[in-house]
């Protein structure tokens, strides 16, 4: 049955056939009834705890899928225990131009150049206020395209403030290539520099009997072994929480779609089933340089149970979809927490 949902949605552009897709599920789940069906035929609650919260289960759905909180209460009938929301930037952009989003069927895999458009945290935190129950949510943060690098932890801060009485973990993004010069601030000084002034925040907060809300990394999956060995070193020092990895490549290596092809596509972020090594292997070698002390969340290339499997193997505790959902529709999303333990 999806396979023809897909070959329809395949017919429009791709960032037509998102928004088009997600409309349709939301006035569907408004029929009489019907929320409680499809979420009793997808939803499968397995409990599991990870940085301080309890999650419904490992599965959740990566950002960019619902970046502005607009569709928690329908994805959360397609089985997901969490969702990351975001990127969110301060003030509202458009992204960059259209088409933006584009598919490479044979290779079951996307390249995406969106350039974090949002409608900015505000309108995001409004919609948060009426969040579904049972479900977790974390707010994945950037910076404005035209933010500089040397203010860009004002943007993170400020997106940091506003969101932290209403989702339940951050993801700072530093790591989409999407957005000019951002992935310069995976760089180890100015990591430091955002990552710490958080925490500082977050302790303020703490200090007003707030909540202690975990603050993650997401980090690219083009890191060098030095590089990460930094993202280790960094982690410690600033006593984050954990790791989001990966972000999507800028690689374009394996492909099976021709070079023609690719090429007129341009830049942007590849995802999909070829980045699944790739993201497993820097878990792995995380997991293995930190002695295991450093909590993950593995994103990257998940499409079944044996690839989702294999993230668990390497060190994630939790999982994310994005790409293989889109592939492999709701059904991969039970399958893949049932099968996991």
């Known amino acids: 049955m999806y396979k023809l949902i897909l070959r329809i949605l395949f017919l429009m552009p791709a960032e037509t056939a998102h928004y088009f897709t997600l409309t349709i599920l939301r006035w569907v789940l408004k029929i009489p009834f019907i929320y409680s069906i499809v979420k009793g035929i997808f939803y499968v609650e397995k409990p599991i705890n990870f940085i301080g919260l309890k999650f419904p289960n490992r599965m959740g759905l990566a950002a960019g899928f619902d970046k502005n909180a607009k569709y928690l209460y329908e994805l959360q009938t397609l089985g997901f225990g969490f969702v990351e929301i975001g990127t969110l930037t301060p003030l509202a952009q458009s992204g960059n131009d259209k088409p933006r989003l584009f598919r490479l069927k044979k290779d ?32 994945n943060i950037g910076k404005n395209k035209l933010t500089p690098n040397e203010n860009a932890q004002i943007d993170y801060e400020i997106c940091f403030t506003k969101l932290y009485d209403y989702v339940d973990y951050f993801v700072v993004n530093v790591s989409s290539p999407n957005t000019p010069n951002l992935r310069a601030l995976q760089d180890k000084e100015p990591l430091k520099k ?9 302790n303020n907060f703490v200090h007003q009997q707030k909540k202690q809300k975990p603050v993650l990394l997401k980090i690219a999956p083009d890191l060098t072994n030095e590089q990460l060995d930094d993202v280790i070193n960094i982690v410690k020092e600033t006593g984050i929480d954990g790791i989001v990895a990966t972000n999507t490549t800028i690689s374009r290596d394996g492909l099976k779609a021709s070079a023609k092809e690719v090429e007129s596509i341009g830049a942007g972020g590849l995802s999909g089933k070829i980045l699944s090594i790739k993201a497993t292997e820097v878990i792995n070698y995380i997991n293995t340089k930190s002695n295991r002390t450093i909590p993950m969340m593995g994103v990257g290339g998940i499409y079944d149970e044996t690839s989702a499997q294999q993230k668990i193997d390497a060190g994630a505790t939790l999982l994310q979809l994005y790409t293989g959902f889109i592939y492999k529709g709701p059904a991969v999303v039970k399958r893949i927490v049932k099968h996991l333990d």
Do not use: H, Q
């Open 108 to 139: 079951e895999a996307i390249i995406n150049r969106m350039g974090f458009n949002n409608e900015g945290v505000d309108a995001a935190v409004e919609r948060l206020k009426n969040r579904p129950k049972g479900l977790v949510v974390g707010g």
């Open 194 to 202: 955002i990552l710490s002034s958080l925490i500082i925040i977050r």
